[in-house]
């Protein structure tokens, strides 16, 4: 249960003037949004369920980091970033490996009469 009294995001706030009743699930996404950067989400799911909020709304998971946030949301985008260069170094070479790899394949196949 959401409680809407203890929102401290002023993003947050403004969201809910305007947003009706019916669409509030938005509002409590947003809400375990500010109980995650906050560190008030505890539990097995919650490393996923931050990732999938922050998959859905990115937007306003930047906003709401940026305002409650601001210093540990310059850290983790940084730790980010070199993690997502690290993923495309390691993604590159595995593409060189591949094309080496099958370059031997080639030669070998020549070598017991293979035909291309």
């Given at each position: 249960?959401?409680?809407?009294?203890?929102?401290?995001?002023?993003?947050?706030k403004e969201k809910i003037k305007?947003?009706?009743?019916?669409?509030?699930?938005?509002?409590?996404?947003?809400?375990?949004?500010?109980?995650?950067?906050?560190?008030?989400?505890?539990?097995?799911?919650?490393?996923?369920?931050?990732?999938?909020?922050?998959?859905?709304?990115?937007?306003?998971?930047?906003?709401?980091?940026?305002?409650?946030?601001?210093?540990?949301?310059?850290?983790?985008?940084?730790?980010?970033?070199?993690?997502?260069?690290?993923?495309?170094?390691?993604?590159?070479?595995?593409?060189?490996?591949?094309?080496?790899?099958?370059?031997?394949?080639?030669?070998?196949?020549?070598?017991?009469?293979?035909?291309?």
């Amino acid at each position: 249960m959401a409680e809407y009294r203890k929102v401290k995001s002023k993003f947050i706030k403004e969201k809910i003037k305007s947003t009706k009743w019916k669409d509030r699930d938005y509002i409590d996404d947003l809400i375990a949004i500010e109980c995650y950067v906050k560190g008030e989400m505890f539990g097995l799911g919650t490393g996923h369920k931050a990732k999938s909020l922050e998959g859905e709304y990115p937007k306003e998971w930047v906003a709401i980091w940026k305002e409650l946030e601001p210093k540990k949301y310059e850290k983790n985008r940084k730790i980010d970033e070199r993690e997502r260069r690290r993923e495309e170094k390691e993604e590159r070479e595995m593409e060189e490996e591949e094309m080496i790899e099958e370059e031997l394949d080639k030669e070998d196949w020549k070598r017991v009469g293979g035909k291309f």
